[in-house]
């Protein structure tokens, strides 16, 4: 049995059964239709044939003619089939070998014999996102080549035009190893624009940690609550998405790149974006409150409770609103105003404006407030106060005080006990001391005070000094124009001759002394006024006591000094010249600030 190669046996079937068909044509072709009418008339050309063409013809069709069967060898069957595919005759002899003898089996066939006429399949594979070309080779027979040429032509087939590795494909071809999938195009990568995003100059995390000291050990009193800002820092920026480039894949169409996300910059109260859009700035000193879609700047910081264990120290460059009480051992800073609702313990607070603090303070001893502006409270006791203002309250007890200004004690107590006072204006109280007879020390001293010293010393005189000056001069002056009227009559009636020539020159004269006598009155006028001023100056320097001033008091104005040795009632003690006095205090000596 011989057995043929798949190809050959493929070509073979289609061979027989094109013969099969060529014979019922031809018998179709010799046998005579019934009916003359259904007679296919022979063609134009066909009767028109040379002689040589009809001569070959005949002789074709003497060869169709059925002839005895002859048995077919296998090397007949090959070369028909070679015939039918147009195979030359010396790729016959190397493809089959020819049989030794008629009916001989054929010898094993030399493994060129099986090489395919077929050209290689070449298969291209190409990514989704058209980013890769990968080339497979299938190969009919083993010693089939691909060239670099008929891959780049395959390709160009293809339509694959960028991005082509021709050293790689001309490796690959000279490496021959087509077992393998080649990488024969690669795109250009899409690079998308990153998302903007913003970048913040200040701690965002919420959660309150204690602060490390110097020597490594944590402070749990300062924990960070407060964000300060500053007019016309930066809060935050900017940061525009980097810049993307398109891509391109191997059939040479652009890939365009994604734009990134931009932000919009959290625009709040008290804030407004710089000139270029990109930073985002505070326009007042006060603390960071950041929201979900925007950054505040809020000129009062809010405390919702107390400032203890839970919120830590406050420091806050705008003003501070405490909801609750201010507990021991903690303090609270603001550059504007501190507003306490409920009491100060023992702690510490300094505010650039005012302190207000709707119940009180005990300070302990220890406890102080220092305000750049005025201080103001209920009570303070055993606490040291120092405003470069006016300090207001209803009583003080055992306490430190120091003001720029005024001390006022108004409401019902309105009194002063124990500790030490000093103020740069006056004191104005209803009770100053107490009847225990504890020590109480009052002290205005300021440095308008001591200007206003300075300048009385060296160009006033005491008030009642100059009235008395001031009428010996208005009475000399009287004098001298009585004396001069009754001269001059006497001068009259003595020379009555003289037409008033002679007494001319007398009269320049008296003239002169009258101008003196005039300016002398001025002078001592001017300095009279003054020196009432000035005393009233000194009035407004006083300590006035509505109520009772008990014994044990100590009163000090500008280095002089009044020890209070009996009780005195509505008082009001002031600086004259030289010593401290009283008088009984009127009603034009309530400050102003009770009037209203």
Known sequence: MIVFPKSLAKFWNKKEKTDQDAVRSTEGMTEQPEDPDEAIPASEPEQTAEPEQAAESEQAAESEQPSEPKEMTALDHIRELEQLLGMEPEKQENQVPEQKAEGEAPTKSDPSAEESSEPPILDLKVSSNGMRAVLEVTLHSLN????????????????????ILEEEIREYCKQANFMQSLVCAVGKQVLDESDGRIEYYFETDKVLRPIQRKDGSLDYRELGLVKNISKGDSLCALILPNPGSDGMDVFGKV??????????????VNTQASEDGQTLISMVD??????PNAINVNEIFIVKGDVGRDSGNVSAKCSVLIQGDVKSGFSVSAGGDITVRGIVEHAHLEA???IVISQGMNGGGRGSLKAGGNISGKFFENAILDAQHEIYASIIMNSVVRAGG??????????????????GCGVYAKNVGNPSGSVTKVRIESRELNALLTESSKKLKNPEVLLHELDNARREMREFEDQFERLHQQFIQQHPEDDGTKFEQVNKAAEKKRIQFSKKIEELEEQHQQSEASLNSFLSYSIIAKGMVYPGVKMEIAGYTYN???ETSCAKFYLTYGKIEWRPATPTDTPDTIKH
């Open 564 to 566: 209070v040795i009996k």
């Open 286 to 291: 006060g603390t960071i409150e950041m929201l």
């Open 255 to 268: 890939v365009p790149y994604h734009k990134g996300a931009v932000p919009v910059l959290p625009i709040g």
């Open 406 to 423: 005024s001390l006022i004690l108004n409401k019902d107590i309105a009194t002063l006990a124990g500790g030490e006072c000093t103020v």
């Open 352 to 354: 650039g404006g005012n």
């Open 144 to 163: 089939q080549k691909v060239t670099p040429e008929e891959i780049l032509a395959f390709l160009e087939r293809k339509k694959i035009s960028y991005g």
